[in-house]
């Protein structure tokens, strides 16, 4: 009996455990685990376990601690055998459950460091909010819509809006080609790679908002020296099952739009659709169009994690060009024209599918799969001597066919290492295109026929076939490193492969300026180019305050040459066969408010690196005829100042009031450009085209109770079309090269809102001004394209 009873008392056990970080259950690492009665303690292995060996029966406290962990204390008892335990711990950083913050937007400013999928930290942006403008929206008027965005120039040829044309620092503005423009995330241009031209631009009444990214964006979304160009339309509406919005305008010169969405969720299906009709007989003569566009977002909510949507964009255009003047047939009248048979049209049909997941707070997925299947028709009569009357002749009918598609996948992670906060972003891309170049022979009629007259090869006019196929792999990683709660650092990095073909025939017939064949150029071509890179770059943020926001970055940048660089007939243009790609850099640095809109401001610098930049020289062929040759031009620089400042006058002088607000703002860039290097005689020192020394955008805005005016005046300064900055063509007739002469434009809109009505007007180019902002090679010229004169513009809208 003594001997039995002996053993229960001195009787060892074993107490062993595991210890589990929540809410994932992951094993933690070198936790210390402490045992209070007995005064002793272990770390955990690898896997997060534990033992404590030789423990009489009794009972105890269990003290777990780690770093950035709370401490939990645990009681533990041991009975006449081995115990095992579990310990969780609960990080002291709380992980909150997903909340929707509703806020007021403002006008404009920027985006925030992450925000949809993508990283913006130390990156210079900006977003206008379309809803928030008193301007026309009808006729998508750009100098408006997008008054302060600091830099920006502006192709106005086209006054109801159909395309949208902008560039800045010294981009060609031609269909916003430098940029990489996208609707939802997803690439809208005629082909991304090969042909970067946007001749789709949604309409402004159905955007929610529009984000521009500048250089930086070339590690995200592709590599154009531009950057991003995002079009965000509307979402459906959480809280009805219907809305309806219907927009009726009117204006001048025969303009008529017609716009109509329905918008509404229905369980866990959310839809948001509109249907828009356009048409105008145009400010010039012979400048006429019909337009219809039509799109469709449907989503469906397969969990609270998981959403799948689907998109698909209509849109159909017929538009007739009045064609380009000389500079003396402008001085004489800007709204004449001798083109009556040019026309244009355009058929673009986009489709997306995109699914998003959410693994947790701190973690999402998300996938686009994009396709599109466009045409682009031209067909009119275009000799290089724009004077020259129309001889009624066989027309020149040159059709664009794009069939591309691709795939963008994004993965964002929110992470800790140590105390550090960090955000990873990783993503890839594969894009294909294949694009379909023909060029012959039209009818001799006047209406829109866009049909080859028997085989369209070797005719009297120019004639080619080629097939451009493309393909392109990208992938793409930036983290932003937050070294303290106002210092981060962001680098990235992204690598390309791009595979570019050329296969085709062309046949050019060299003319004087009286039209006669004086020699016939045949060119076969079968070239496939192949290249890879890796483009990196750095961005930096720092915020002294919660309302002061400093960043800078830097950026590599990247522009392949596209078919239109490769081929093109133009009885005005010739291109260099040794084209290459062009490389270069962008940076930033600046200071902007957050938190703010009292006064809201945006003060930076950049400086904008462009080797082998691709341009246009002033040229004569050996029958005197004034050409543009496009070809690599040197290593050119931008530099400058972009300030953006608006202040909202009762907030600043703290004057009470709840029915009055008014605001004033300025946008001013200055630049400074030049060629450093070239090969080419006359263009070292020269000033880079498409920059105007001076961009100021400067407004006012005031309302009472829900009447609403602004007023704007746009100026810039002159700038050149060309290399050579040359101050006219070499025979005074083409006017394809030559300055474009400043001008200043003044705009005034008001609104008004009465329940389920709203009220528009418009008065564009107040003051009448003649003025052009484009001389064009090709469509819809060549030569002198004016923009349009004072137009007023009544628009109801009900919104039920």
């Given at each position: ?330 001085k004489q009248d800007p709204r004449q024209s001798n083109r009556a048979r040019n026309w244009f049209k ?291 620089v931008m530099m400058g100042v972009e300030c953006y400042l608006e202040g909202e006058f009762f907030k ?49 805005r005031v309302g009472y109770k829900n009447l609403k005016a602004s007023f704007q005046i746009t100026h ?85």
């Amino acid at each position: 009996m003594v001997c039995l009873v002996s053993s229960n008392l001195f009787a060892q056990y074993n107490l062993s455990g595991i210890v589990l970080s929540l809410p994932d259950s992951s094993s933690m690492k070198n936790c210390n685990v402490y045992l209070n009665e007995k005064g002793i303690s272990v770390s955990t292995d690898s896997l997060g376990r534990f033992e404590f060996h030789d423990l009489p029966a009794g009972q105890y406290t269990l003290v777990t601690s780690f770093l950035e962990y709370h401490t939990t204390y645990q009681k533990v008892s041991i009975n006449k055998n081995d115990t095992y335990v579990k310990v969780c711990m609960k990080s002291v950083y709380s992980v909150l459950e997903e909340v929707v913050v509703t806020h007021k937007p403002e006008d404009e400013g920027h985006l925030r460091a992450v925000e949809n999928m993508g990283i913006y930290e130390g990156k210079k942006s900006e977003v206008i909010v379309p809803d928030k403008l008193t301007v026309n929206l009808a006729t998508n008027n750009a100098r408006q819509v997008y008054s302060r965005v600091a830099g920006l120039n502006i192709y106005e040829n086209d006054g109801a809006g159909l395309q949208l044309s902008i560039g800045g620092r010294g981009l060609d503005p031609n269909r916003t080609s430098n940029f990489n423009v996208r609707q939802n995330g997803y690439d809208i241009s005629a082909d991304a790679l090969g042909y970067p031209e946007s001749y789709y631009t949604p309409p402004v009444e159905a955007i929610e908002k529009i984000q521009i990214v500048r250089g930086a964006a070339s590690l995200q979304y592709g590599t154009q020296f531009g950057g991003l160009l995002n079009f965000i339309l509307r979402k459906p509406v959480e809280d009805k099952k219907i809305q309806l919005i219907a927009r009726q305008s009117v204006g001048s010169y025969g303009f008529y739009n017609a716009f109509t969405s329905l918008s509404g969720t229905v369980g866990k299906v959310s839809y948001y659709s509109f249907f828009q009709y356009k048409r105008a007989d145009g400010w010039r003569p012979n400048s006429g169009f019909n337009d219809f566009n039509f799109y469709t977002n449907l989503n469906y909510k397969l969990s609270p994690k998981s959403t799948l949507g689907f998109d698909i964009t209509i849109m159909d255009y017929l538009a007739q060009q009045a064609g380009g003047l000389n500079d003396a047939m402008f001085k004489q009248d800007p709204r004449q024209s001798n083109r009556a048979r040019n026309w244009f049209k355009v058929n673009w049909n986009l489709a997306a599918i995109h699914f998003t997941h959410k693994f947790n707070a701190s973690s999402e997925f998300n996938i686009r799969m994009f396709g599109l299947s466009a045409s682009r028709y031209s067909l009119g009569f275009r000799p290089v001597r724009v004077e020259s009357p129309d001889d009624n002749s066989k027309r020149d009918l040159i059709k664009g066919e794009f069939n591309n598609w691709g795939a963008e996948a994004r993965y964002l992670k929110r992470y800790m290492i140590g105390s550090k906060n960090l955000v990873l972003l990783v993503g890839g891309r594969f894009y294909h295109g294949l694009n379909h170049s023909t060029q012959g022979n039209g009818n001799a009629g006047n209406d829109p026929n866009f049909n080859y007259i028997e085989n369209y090869k070797y005719k009297t006019l120019s004639s080619s076939d080629y097939r451009f196929p493309n393909n392109n792999v990208a992938l793409f990683a930036e983290n932003i490193i937050y070294l303290s709660d106002k210092f981060s650092i962001t680098p990235g990095i992204r690598y390309e492969y791009i595979n570019t073909t050329s296969d085709g025939t062309a046949i050019s017939l060299v003319t004087n300026g009286a039209g006669v064949v004086r020699d016939t150029l045949t060119v076969t071509e079968n070239r496939t180019n192949s290249r890879q890179f890796i483009l990196g770059g750095i961005g930096f943020c720092y915020r002294p305050t919660s309302r002061i926001n400093t960043y800078a970055n830097i950026s590599q940048n990247y522009r392949s040459i596209t078919f239109s660089d490769m081929q093109i007939i133009n009885p005005s243009s010739v291109i260099d066969p040794n084209l290459k790609d062009e490389r270069g850099y962008s940076a930033d640095i600046g200071i902007r408010s957050e938190q703010t809109n009292a006064i809201i401001y945006d003060l930076s610098l950049f400086y904008v690196n462009y080797a082998n930049r691709i341009g246009e020289t002033l040229d004569s062929d050996k029958y005197n005829n004034t050409l543009r040759k496009r070809g690599n031009i040197g290593e050119a620089v931008m530099m400058g100042v972009e300030c953006y400042l608006e202040g909202e006058f009762f907030k600043l002088t703290k004057i009470k009031t709840e029915n009055w607000n008014a605001s004033a703002f300025i946008n001013l860039a200055l630049i400074h450009s030049k060629y450093l290097k070239s090969e080419l005689k006359r263009v070292k020192g020269s000033q880079v085209e498409f920059v105007p020394k001076v961009n100021l955008k400067t407004g006012l805005r005031v309302g009472y109770k829900n009447l609403k005016a602004s007023f704007q005046i746009t100026h810039l300064s002159d700038q050149f079309t060309d290399a050579t900055n040359a101050t006219s063509s070499l025979d005074g007739t083409s006017s394809v090269m030559g300055p474009i002469p400043a001008y200043t434009i003044m705009d005034f809109s008001m609104s008004y809102e009465y329940k389920i009505f709203k009220l528009e007007g418009s008065v564009n180019n107040l003051a009448n001004q003649m003025y052009f902002t484009r001389r064009a090679t090709g469509y819809p010229g060549p030569g002198i394209l004016p923009s349009d004169g004072r137009g007023f513009y009544l628009t109801l809208q009900v919104k039920i």
